[in-house]
């Protein structure tokens, strides 16, 4: 490689890693703005804009427990985020294991109907979804909130690609000779295989339920089957906004930190899910 080439290279690679740079502050700074606010009064916060830390970590502390009982809010909220995480990876996983892996008249037309499906918005369905929960005596249950993430156009369309990307069909063909189950093979051979991807999965899932607002808002009534989102938005009606809106922004803090635990234990497996498909072959 001439000196010319090698120079072009080099001034690539930094121009790439000063982008890549850039958005990584990008990413990092509503986040530390978030964290900056958390330490300051609402007075500050609405008068004049910092980076640097205040000195209301506290009374935003005492405000926030005055006023919601975070913890529980946080343990509902999680209880609901694991079950639907649980279930839609599982039954996700089986639904995409089916359409990849067997050939049967239909195939494609679920295929198809499964994307048309993940084009239609969820908030469209949602007052035909209220009169069916309330038919049913469902209101202010969280069954409507983790039975329904079993049916995910979106995870069984990925795992299906996914699995489509990593499993050969020879790979089922040996433990079907030997006279192994469907289930079986799935559970000992196919599943362990998709890991990556259902870990994928699974974070967004857990995220996506985390973060829900909507729903829980409009079938949840008791206050104290309130998720945190919907807690965390009632905090400025509790008194004037400019008074709580530093609390808020400490209670959406305290909010993040499972997501983060969560993508900290799987983010190994957002990696190999993604270069799995580069090594087929």
């Known amino acids: 490689m001439s000196n010319s080439a090698r120079t072009k290279t080099m001034l690539i690679k930094a121009l790439l890693y000063l982008a ?6 990008l990413c990092v ?49 999680a209880f609901i985020a694991v079950c639907s995480t649980v279930l839609v990876s599982y ?20 295929f198809i109907v499964m994307l048309i499906f993940m084009m239609v918005p969820a908030q469209l369905g949602l007052l035909g979804f209220y009169d069916l929960c309330n038919n049913l005596g469902l209101v202010n249950s969280y069954i409507p909130l983790i039975i329904p993430a079993i049916a995910s156009p979106g995870t069984v369309f990925f795992l ?43 974070i967004g899932a857990f995220i996506g339920s985390w973060n829900a607002y909507l729903l829980p808002l409009v079938l949840l009534n008791k206050p104290e089957l309130h998720t945190l989102p919907v807690m965390i938005a009632s905090l400025n009606s509790v008194r004037d906004i400019a008074t709580n809106i530093g609390a808020t922004y400490l209670a959406v803090a305290i909010s993040v930190v499972p997501i983060i635990i969560v993508f900290c234990f799987c983010s190994k497996y957002i990696i190999s899910s993604i270069s799995a498909g580069s090594v087929k072959g």
């Open 20 to 25: 890549l740079l850039i958005l990584a502050v």
């Open 29 to 77: 700074v509503p986040f530390w703005l978030m964290l900056v606010n958390s330490t300051r009064s609402g007075n500050e916060i609405m008068t004049s804009f910092s980076i640097l830390p205040g000195t209301s970590l506290m009374d935003n502390w005492n405000a926030v427990l005055g006023n919601l009982d975070i913890f529980h809010g946080m343990l509902n909220s």
């Open 91 to 110: 039954f996700s996983a089986l639904t995409a294991y089916g359409l990849a892996c067997y050939k049967f008249r239909g195939n494609n037309l679920i």
């Open 160 to 202: 299906r690609q996914y699995i489509k990307s990593v499993l050969p069909m020879a790979v089922l063909e040996a433990p079907r000779i030997d006279g192994a189950g469907e289930w079986k093979i799935f559970h000992r051979i196919v599943l362990p295989i998709m890991s990556p991807g259902i870990a994928t999965m699974a």
